[in-house]
């Protein structure tokens, strides 16, 4: 049973547009929920704040001989 017009037209058309609004749908929700999570975790500067001071107290322990590192 070959393809009429109107089969073609859904093929060409309609699925690929149908394609475009999932893809479109799914980059909006997933850029809403990684918006939501920067928002509970905090701001960068905070995290690189914490990271230094973190990667200062192992340092310090380091040279002090207090780290509890395997050898």
Known sequence: MPFDVTQWWIIDIVLPAILLIVLIW????RRSSRSQS???KGTSDETEAAT???YHDEEQRRRE?????EK
């Open 26 to 29: 799914l980059v909006t929700k």
């Open 38 to 40: 920067e928002l509970t």
């Open 52 to 54: 230094r001071k973190l």
């Open 65 to 69: 001989g207090t780290d509890q590192a």
